[in-house]
């Protein structure tokens, strides 16, 4: 074939398997002429089944470099249109550690320009390790989320004695109590009197003060930062400019009493294409309209733009990583004659989490190998445990993967966007093994951290070798 032939095939896989696309964060994506996935960064380009052949499956395959485009690309984004705009406010990005809080994820985002943000003690205890290694410019700040336990509290005074900038977010009454005395600066969580359409839509929201209850409160010592997470998954504009515009509102209010307070916190909650089937909302268009509207609406009440704080999450950390797993085996599924069980090495409940528990997300799929085959099989796919809610059906529809044939017997699953909360929330469902972490920057490919073994596990569970 000549090679402007194979040039139009390959990008017409490519374009199949939803690759190479910046609007579903495949930019980085490629097929090369063998049929096999390949990650390019800048010019150097990382072939994925290098890295199976080497490490083997169960996978995690991590890409410092696209975390830290993305977070250099926000930064500089809002930046921009503060500019644009003539907003007198500033932009502070913090990295959401519970999106994982691999060290190989946390540093990169930092060297961008990232500020933190924590939800735990044992979160912070991280960041205090940071922090005693003089790994920090002094100006970093923290917010710590999430419910304060004496330990939580404990270690935030430590560590703000110890000259870190870091800022409770009150969430109740106890907290507001227990941090009256605090130094430093403080914020609080309203919990917003609306709702927007996203995945996250309870109707009674555990976390926060009420509106009304925060203006009734009144003066709050040190307050600095007024925060509101509203959702996650959000995919609409709307979701993210009806909220400002409402805690902008309540921020000019609750300033009367408190002209310390400076900053609104929007929280997270930036939609991840992972289905990669729509169109996702402009990050350009969404960030414009946002200072707009902050703009807008502290010129109207007559108050200072506030900063901005930004804690998306798992829109930087998700589509950075991808996992690997080798298919083990094909069966027939009961009497449907065009669809077939794919098993594989890993698992929905022990891997991928969200399948099944909390976001019940879709994911994305494709092979490692084989991508330029026409002979393909719609497949549901099985996990490795024995429960049998094990499995992705595309909720009962199907997923397209290449046939396994006599030619080709070893076929390689890639799933897309794996890298914000799989890998805590995953488990050890019928003692699996937690996967590999490999990491691949600058053309180098480093094993970060090895696949659980058996002796790990066992140990775990308090088998340490006596048997007695
Ligand atoms: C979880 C969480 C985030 C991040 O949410 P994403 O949906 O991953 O963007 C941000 N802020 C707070 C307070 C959170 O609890």
Known sequence: ???????????????????????????????NANGELVVKEGYYQYNIMDIVKKYGTTTEVFFPFILENRVRDLIELFNAYIKILNYKGRFYYHYVMKSNQHREFVLPAIAEGAHIE??????????????????????????????KTDQY??????LREKGLIIIPIIENRGELERLKKFKGEVGVRVNLD????????????????????????????????????????????????????????????????????????????????????????????????????????????????????????????????????????EKAIGN????KWYFIDGSFITNLTDTWSVVRHKWHFAAANHL?????????????????????????NYVLLPKITEDSPDLYLVVFDTGSYQYTLGNNHCLLSKPALVV??????????KRQTPEELGKIFGWNGEHK
């Open 153 to 158: 509290i404990n270690l935030i005074e430590e």
């Open 1 to 31: 074939m000549d090679k402007n032939k194979i040039k139009k095939q390959t990008k017409n896989w490519k374009k199949f398997w939803k690759l190479g696309e910046d609007e579903f964060n495949t930019q980085y994506f490629d097929i």
């Open 440 to 449: 691949c920057q600058n053309g180098e490919v480093k094993l970060s951290r």
């Open 372 to 396: 330029n085959t026409r002979r393909l099989q719609k497949v549901w796919l099985a996990g490795s445990t024995c429960d049998a809610d094990d499995r992705y059906t595309a909720s009962g």
């Open 118 to 147: 924590v939800s735990s003690a044992n979160e912070l205890f991280l960041v205090k390790r940071m922090l005693e290694q003089e790994k920090f410019n002094h100006k970093i700040r923290v917010t710590c989320n999430g419910p």
């Open 336 to 339: 449907k004659t065009d669809t």
């Open 194 to 329: 609306l709702k927007v359409d996203a995945h996250w839509d309870k109707k009674y929201n555990h976390f926060g003060f009420d509106e009304e209850e925060l203006v009734k409160i009144g003066k709050i010592r040190n307050l600095s930062m007024l925060h509101y997470h509203i959702s996650t998954q959000n995919e609409k504009i709307e979701g993210f400019v009806k909220p400002l515009k409402r805690a902008i509102e309540l921020y000019a209010k609750l300033k009367e009493q408190n002209p310390a307070l400076d900053t609104v916190n929007f929280g997270g909650g930036m939609a991840v294409p992972y289905e990669k089937k729509k169109k996702m909302i402009s990050v350009k268009s969404l960030v414009n309209q946002m200072i707009k509207v902050a703009k807008k609406e502290s010129d109207k009440l007559g108050v200072k733009h506030p900063n901005l704080v930004c804690e998306w999450g798992s829109y930087f950390t998700a589509p950075s990583q991808i996992s690997l797993f080798k298919v083990l085996e």
